[in-house]
């Protein structure tokens, strides 16, 4: 749980220099769609080592949840820049503390990509990576506000529609944090993931990012599959999350290979 205020400046890091496999990327459509769930639903998925990063709202503890759509753009490995892929991708992420270094990360259940490339990691590294296909429909006015935000995804494992517009440019109200920079900051930075291998196996991931600019959105319909068949949020409460952040296009660097823990 979030004790007093979450500052970027603590937060935010200088980019570790990337080399070799790691992954550079633009990442456009970006979104953050999040619900708040009653912890009991994720009981028992994750090792000891974690524990889930609850806040208080309306006098409950709840944990927090984020279905994260947007387009690769410019997708490129740090020592073959000139190797450029573009794929629809939705990622899904619980928020967590690793008890071990007190760090904020989140448990990471898993990704749908619109690319024959999922196959390389999925294989690999036995990464929860799944196919699927990911179509955008977007229209922005000339400030970048989203008109028309509209995504659907075609898979077995994770489908989804959703759809949203931007709203006007003032802070989010972010339920269970004591100021606006502390829910970005919760929502928006966390640097490293946990996650069940398809093997059962611990792994974990890194990526960097500076401050992203989001903004504010309003939900207009929601249908994430996975959420509802997992029982984490259903369909009914899909249409009510706790916040939608949204931004136009932004830059992560992703380090490669992930690591195995045990």
């Known amino acids: 749980m979030p004790e007093g205020a979450l500052r970027f400046d603590h937060a935010l890091t200088e980019r570790p220099p990337p080399a070799?496999?790691?992954v550079l990327c633009k990442l456009q459509h970006f979104a953050i769609i999040t619900y708040a769930f009653?912890?009991?639903?994720f009981a028992g998925v994750m090792p000891p080592r974690f524990r889930l990063d609850t806040v208080t709202i309306d006098g409950r503890q709840r944990a927090l949840?984020?279905?994260?759509?947007?387009?690769d753009v410019d997708f490129t490995l740090a020592a073959r820049p000139f190797l450029k892929f573009r794929m629809g991708q939705t990622n899904y992420r619980i928020y967590i503390i690793d008890t071990l270094t007190g760090e904020r990360c989140v448990w990471f259940i898993g990704t749908t990509l619109d690319s024959w490339t999922r196959v390389v990691p999925y294989?690999?590294?036995?990464?929860?990576?799944?196919?699927g296909k990911v179509r955008f429909d977007c229209e922005q006015d000339a400030d970048g506000r989203y008109l028309r935000y509209q995504m659907v995804t075609r898979a077995d494992w994770a489908?989804?529609?959703?759809?949203?517009v931007g709203v006007p440019d003032v802070d989010p109200s972010l339920a269970g944090f004591c100021d606006p920079e502390s829910g970005l900051v919760y929502l928006t930075h966390p640097l490293r993931g946990y996650y069940h291998r398809r093997d059962g196996r611990l792994g974990t991931y890194h990526v960097w990012h500076a401050r992203l600019k989001v903004a504010p959105a309003r939900l207009l319909?929601?249908?994430?599959?996975?959420?509802?068949?997992?029982?984490?949020?259903?369909r009914e409460e899909q249409?009510?999350?706790h916040s939608v952040l949204v931004e136009p296009l932004n830059e992560f660097t992703i380090y490669l290979p992930p690591r195995v823990l045990d």
């Open 20 to 22: 070799g496999i790691d």
């Open 239 to 241: 249409q009510h999350p």
């Open 159 to 164: 489908p989804a529609t959703m759809s949203l």
């Open 38 to 41: 009653d912890p009991a639903r």
């Open 65 to 71: 949840l984020s279905v994260v759509p947007f387009v």
């Open 123 to 131: 294989r690999l590294w036995n990464l929860p990576w799944y196919g």
């Open 221 to 234: 319909h929601a249908d994430f599959g996975l959420l509802d068949r997992l029982g984490l949020v259903t």
